[in-house]
C-alpha cells in the first residue's frame, strides 16, 4: 500500500537530520518535482547520489524548503511513519466457520505469492534487499510483545509457508533438490551416480549453513548498529 511520506525517526548520522528536518514533516516534493508517496521518494532520490537537492517539506501549515547533499547510497537516512490506520479506514470482515475455509485457503495463496515475489528481490543487487534478511532474532522479533492469539496464529502460518517455499527450492538436501533428481531420473532414464549425489547433498548442506550464519549474522551485527 502506498503512503504519504511523513517523517517518524532518523538513522545514525542521518543527512535529513543535519539539514534540519522534523519528526512529524511530511516530504511534498524534490527538487522541481511533486512527491506524493513514499516510494516515489525513494526512487527519485537514488537518481541524485552524491548531489545537492532540495526537499519540500510541510511543517503543519507551513512549507518548508531545506538543501542537503545525497550520499553515495541514496539515502538520507529517514524513517517513514507507516502507520495503516493514520492513512487508512480498516474494515474487519468476519466469517462463518464454512466460510472461513475457502476464505483461508485465498489468504494462503495470497500471501504464497507475495512471498515469491519478495524471494525473488533478494536475488537482486539492486534492491540490496539480502541486506534485510535475518534470523532466528529476526523471527523472534516480528512476534508481539504481549500474547496475541491471532497475531501468533497468523505469523505460525506465514513461517509455515516460508518453510514450504525454502523446501521445495531445487538446492541439493532439500526435498526440491530430491524431486530435481528424479525427475532428471524419469526424463533420461539413468539415475545419477552415488558419487554425483554424494557431492550434491554436500555442496546443498554448504549453501544451507551459508545462508544460516548470514542471516543470523546479520542480525547480530544490527544489534550492534
Known amino acids: 500500500m502506498r503512503i504519504p511520506f511523513y517523517i517518524a525517526g532518523f538513522s545514525k ?12 514533516d511530511q516530504i511534498i516534493g524534490l527538487n522541481e518535482s511533486s512527491i506524493k508517496f513514499f516510494d516515489e521518494f525513494k526512487d527519485s532520490l ?8 532540495k ?17 553515495d547510497n541514496g539515502l538520507l537516512g529517514i524513517g517513514p511513519d507507516g502507520t495503516i490506520t493514520k492513512f487508512f479506514e480498516l474494515e474487519r470482515n468476519e466469517y462463518t466457520f ?4 475457502p476464505a483461508g485457503v485465498n489468504k494462503g495463496l495470497e500471501t504464497f505469492s507475495s512471498y515469491l515475489k519478495q524471494l525473488k528481490l533478494i536475488f ?8 534485510s534478511l535475518g534470523g532466528f532474532i529476526t523471527i523472534g522479533k516480528i512476534f ?9 496464529w497468523n505469523l505460525t502460518a506465514f513461517l509455515s509457508i516460508i518453510l514450504a517455499i525454502m523446501n521445495v527450492l531445487p ?41 544460516l550464519i548470514y542471516a543470523n549474522g546479520n542480525d547480530i551485527v544490527r544489534l550492534f548498529n
Open 13 to 24: 548520522e542521518s543527512k535529513a537530520d543535519e539539514a534540519g528536518m522534523q519528526i512529524g
Open 46 to 53: 537514488a537518481k541524485y547520489k552524491t548531489q545537492e537537492v
Open 55 to 71: 526537499v519540500a517539506l510541510l511543517r503543519e501549515t507551513d512549507t518548508i524548503y531545506v538543501t542537503t547533499v545525497v550520499p
Open 98 to 101: 464454512i466460510e472461513s475455509i
Open 124 to 131: 537482486s543487487p539492486k534492491t540490496e534487499a539480502y541486506k
Open 144 to 152: 508481539p510483545s504481549t500474547w496475541d492469539w491471532r497475531a501468533f
Open 171 to 211: 538446492i541439493p538436501a532439500l526435498d526440491g533438490g530430491h524431486v530435481t533428481f528424479l525427475l532428471y531420473e524419469m526424463i533420461t532414464g539413468h539415475k545419477p551416480s552415488d558419487k554425483f549425489l554424494e557431492y550434491a547433498q554436500i555442496t546443498g548442506m554448504i549453501i544451507l549453513l551459508a545462508l
